[in-house]
């Protein structure tokens, strides 16, 4: 996160290691069999939403884990909520994406290969 203070890196990776320790705690039933990380968190300067990046392996069922996640928006963030209580006032807003950095490595030692 380029331009971003300590605070923002610090709540940032908390809320990183949180959020993938809470997805983890799922189990992978929970996501059709597909595992879920977190790969990144990047969070607004005012704190009030964070902007989480999830890689999902096999990435065939990433569509359905996206839809899966969405509609936990709201559990996922209360769950968060409980965690980092006593260091955020507000819990921010999340906003989900797709981290295809995995699939970008994949298709690059295809590639190679070739």
Request: proline share 3%; aromatic share 6%; no cysteine.
């Amino acid at each position: 996160m380029e331009g971003a203070s300590t605070r923002q890196l610090k709540v940032a990776s908390s809320l990183r290691k949180d959020m993938a320790e809470i997805l983890r705690s799922k189990g992978m039933a929970a996501f059709g069999g597909a595992m879920v990380s977190v790969s990144g968190v990047e969070i607004s300067p005012d704190l009030s939403v964070a902007r989480v990046y999830v890689s999902i392996f096999p990435s065939e069922k990433a569509a359905d884990v996206m839809k899966t996640i969405e509609e936990n928006k709201k559990a996922l963030r209360g769950e968060l909520g409980r965690k980092v209580a006593k260091q955020l006032r507000i819990v921010p807003e999340l906003v989900f994406f797709l981290d295809s950095s995995l699939d970008y490595v994949e298709h690059i030692e295809e590639l190679l290969k070739k």
